[in-house]
Structure formats: C-alpha cells, structure tokens
C-alpha cells in the first residue's frame, strides 16, 4: 500500500516561509511525479506545483509561480515545497499525491492514484 505522509504545514503571518515535506514509505515515489495540490472549503482541489522522478520538469500554478519552489531527494524518498512570501489567500489544505504516468507534471487531479492525509497551511494576515 503506498502511503504518503505531508508535514511541516503551520500558522503563519502574511510574508513569512513554510517548507512542506512529502515522505514516502517504502520507496513508493521512485519512478514517479509528484505534485502539491491545495484545498480550500468549499472549492475543488487545486494545482500548485509538479515534479517528475528525474526533477528535468516543474511546473506551477500561476498564483504561486516566484514564491514557491518544489524539489524532491530520491535517496530519501521526499518532495519538498518551500513556500515563500506567503500570502493569506495560501490558506488551505496542503496534499501530496503521486502521479500515475511518468510524464510532465499534471494538474488534473485523475492523474494522480494515491495521496497524502493533508497539512493545514494558515497564514495571517
């Protein structure tokens, strides 16, 4: 069963930093994307940042593009997002999910087959 845990999600005030970890358990992420997506109450799921298994391509969603920046260590089976400048409209749910086909990150949340539990990310402002 593939299982992937997120952490480091907190409250934070507007302009500050958070860095969200994606750990995999048992090398469950090898050979595969990974994104970020978001949620907030009473919206659908929401792109944030991709990345393939060799890290040749990201992708961002437009609202985050410059303050947000995704990167992944094979060795130790986690992706990362260091969230700068954060912004109160960043306020959601925070979820890792793998990527069903090793291609260019998708942001179409039927690509992905398995994902995280979530982390609260909440910023002030």
């Known amino acids: 069963q593939v299982e992937l845990v997120e952490s480091g999600g907190g409250l934070v005030q507007a302009g500050e930093s958070l860095r969200l970890s994606c750990t995999a358990a048992a090398r469950t992420i090898s050979g595969f994307g990974v994104s970020w997506f978001r949620r907030t109450p009473g919206k659908e799921r929401e792109f944030v940042a991709g990345i393939t298994w060799n890290t040749v391509h990201t992708d961002y969603a437009d609202s985050v593009k410059g303050r947000f920046t995704i990167s992944r260590n094979n060795l130790k089976n986690t992706v990362n997002l260091q969230m700068n400048n954060l912004k109160p409209e960043d306020t959601a749910v925070y979820y890792c999910?793998?990527?069903?086909?090793?291609?260019?990150?998708?942001?179409?949340?039927?690509?992905?087959?398995?994902w995280g539990q979530g982390t609260q990310v909440t910023v002030s402002s």
């Open positions: 999910a793998r990527q069903i086909h090793n291609t260019r990150p998708a942001r179409e949340v039927d690509e992905y087959d398995f």
